[in-house]
């Protein structure tokens, strides 16, 4: 069993930053930060493979979002930039424990966080 716990959501305005963390209790292969708005589909946001360092993200969040880790802690983080009123949503933290699925899609993941609440408003 692997725990997720994430931590650093809130409340901001247009153009404000936010920086999420998620703490696992052990190593996984990747990690990944999904969101979901109500009534929409959960979405992968932003991935980072543990051993490479291997990254990728959504086009909507590239250049405004980065994704990074602290192995040491087993702690991913996802800054977050020029946020906009459509980033909100739930935010997940998702940990794999083996390869070979595709990083966007939520099956591909086996543990999740119980989420943090990201509000962006205009």
């Known amino acids: 069993q692997v725990q997720l716990v994430e931590s650093g959501g809130g409340s901001v305005q247009a153009g404000g930053s936010l920086r999420l963390s998620c703490a696992a209790s052990k190593y996984t292969y990747y990690m990944a930060w999904f969101r979901q708005a109500p009534g929409k589909e959960r979405e992968g946001v932003a991935t980072?493979?543990?051993?490479?360092?291997?990254?990728d993200y959504t086009d909507s969040v590239k250049g405004r979002f980065t994704i990074s880790q602290d192995n040491a802690k087993n702690t991913m983080y996802l800054q977050m930039n020029s946020l906009k009123p459509e980033d909100t949503a739930m935010y997940y933290c998702?940990?794999?424990?083996?390869?070979?699925?595709?990083?966007?899609?939520?099956?591909?993941?086996?543990?999740w966080g119980q989420g943090t609440q990201v509000t962006v408003s205009s």
């Open positions: 998702a940990a794999a424990v083996s390869y070979g699925g595709t990083w966007y899609r939520p099956a591909t993941y086996n543990y």
């Open positions: 980072i493979y543990r051993g490479s360092g291997f990254k």
